[in-house]
C-alpha cells in the first residue's frame, strides 16, 4: 500500500485519527511508543471506519482495557484491510520527516520475506495521493439531514468529522449536510442560517469547485464558517493563497495564539499539510485571527466586514477538554434572528 508518510505526536485519540477523512491517502505513524492500550470503540468513529492507507506505531498493545472496549486496535485493522507495521523506531522516522518534509512510502504486509528492491521501485513509483481530488473521494453522495429545533445550517461535507456535526446538534442546530460538489444556489435552496466548511484530506486547490461555490455564498452574505481545510477553501474564496507546509501538523498539543483576544494561548488538536500564505492575506479586507505558537503559521482568519470567519485547528475536538469549542457559539451567534434567503 502506498501513501504519503505523516505523524502524529497525540498520546490518545488514534481511532479518531485512523477514522478522519482528513487522513485519505496517508500513512501515519504514531510518534507515542504504545497505541491501542484501550482498544476500539464505534463511538469514537469520526466517519464510517477505518480511512489510512497504512499505519505504523512502536508497539501496539495486545491486550487492551476500557469499558467501551468493542475490538483491538490489530484485529480492527486486519478486517478494514488496513496494513500495519509495528517494532520499528516511529520516532526516529518522525525525524526523518521533520527534517526531509514528508514524502512518499510503501507500507507491505507478507507472511514472505519482503521484495525489498521491488518495495523500494514501488515507493519510489508510487502517485502522489495530494494530485487527486481526494475531496471527491470522501465526501458524501447526497444529503444527510440532524433534525434539530435551532438554526438551519448547512455544512458542505469535504471529510467532515462526527465530532463537527455532533458540536452543531448538541447545540440544537438543525444540520443539513450536503455533499463537496453542491453549488451556492443549491445550498441557499436551503435556507441556511449559516453554512459550515469542513475539514477534509488533500490541496485545496484541487476542489476547485467548492470554492467556486464558497464565492457565491460569500455575494449572499449568508455567516460562514470554515474549519481546517475549509479555513483554506475560505482563504481561497477571498483571494488568498495556500501553500503545502513541510511536515504539517498532526497532534493534539498545538499551541495556538489569539490575536483578537490580548494574545490568549490555547492548545489545539490539528490535522493539516496545508495552510494559508500569510503574504497573500494584505489587501483582502481579512485579519489574521489566530498562529501557530511553533512556527508561526497562520491558524485562523476573519473577513473585516462580513460574518466570516476560520480556523485551521479542530475545535470540536476539546484538548483542553473545552478550550475552543466556544467557536462554535460565535458562529451560531453570528447568525442572529431568522433565515437568510437567497
Not at 132 to 159: A, F, H, N, S
Not at 291 to 310: A, K, S
Request: net charge neutral; proline share 6%.
Amino acid at each position: 500500500m502506498t501513501g504519503e508518510v505523516v505523524f502524529n505526536t497525540g498520546m490518545v485519540g488514534y481511532t479518531q485519527s485512523v477514522t478522519d477523512c482528513s487522513y485519505k491517502g496517508q500513512i501515519l505513524c504514531q510518534t507515542y511508543p504504545l497505541i491501542g492500550n484501550y482498544g476500539i470503540s464505534r463511538e469514537e468513529f469520526e466517519s464510517t471506519g477505518p480511512q489510512i492507507q497504512g499505519y505504523a506505531a512502536y508497539e501496539a498493545c495486545r491486550q487492551p482495557s476500557h469499558h467501551t472496549l468493542e475490538i483491538g486496535l490489530d484485529e480492527w485493522l486486519r478486517r478494514s484491510g488496513v496494513p500495519g507495521i509495528q517494532g520499528i523506531d516511529t520516532r526516529e522516522l518522525t525525524k526523518r520527516l521533520r527534517m526531509e518534509g514528508t514524502m512518499l512510502g510503501v507500507l507491505s504486509v507478507s507472511e514472505s520475506e519482503p521484495d525489498v528492491p521491488e518495495l523500494v521501485h514501488e515507493a519510489k513509483s508510487a502517485g502522489d495521493p495530494n494530485e487527486r481530488d481526494l475531496v471527491g473521494e470522501v465526501t458524501i453522495k447526497k444529503p444527510v439531514v440532524y433534525p434539530g429545533k435551532g438554526k438551519r445550517v448547512v455544512v458542505i461535507d469535504c471529510g467532515a468529522k462526527l465530532g463537527i456535526i455532533r458540536s452543531l446538534t448538541e447545540r440544537g442546530a438543525h444540520v443539513i449536510r450536503v455533499p463537496a460538489s453542491y453549488g451556492a444556489d443549491k445550498i441557499m435552496g436551503h435556507e441556511p442560517d449559516g453554512v459550515l466548511l469542513t475539514n477534509g484530506p488533500g490541496d485545496p486547490k484541487k476542489a476547485p469547485y467548492v470554492v467556486e461555490s464558497v464565492r457565491g455564498l460569500i455575494e449572499h452574505k449568508v455567516p460562514l464558517f470554515g474549519i481546517c481545510l475549509g479555513n483554506q477553501i475560505l482563504g481561497l474564496a477571498l483571494g488568498c493563497d495556500t501553500y503545502k507546509m513541510k511536515f504539517g501538523h498532526r497532534g493534539q498539543n498545538h499551541p495556538v495564539m489569539d490575536r483578537s483576544s490580548s494574545n490568549r494561548c490555547y492548545i489545539t488538536s490539528q490535522n493539516h499539510g496545508y495552510t494559508i500564505n500569510p503574504d497573500s492575506v494584505r489587501g483582502k479586507g481579512i485579519k489574521i485571527t489566530f498562529v501557530n505558537v511553533n512556527d508561526g503559521t497562520v491558524e485562523g482568519i476573519r473577513h473585516e466586514r462580513l460574518p466570516i470567519f476560520g480556523v485551521q485547528f479542530h475545535p470540536e475536538a476539546r484538548p483542553g477538554p473545552v478550550e475552543t469549542n466556544f467557536l462554535f457559539d460565535k458562529f451560531l451567534k453570528a447568525m442572529g434572528d431568522g433565515h437568510a434567503k437567497g
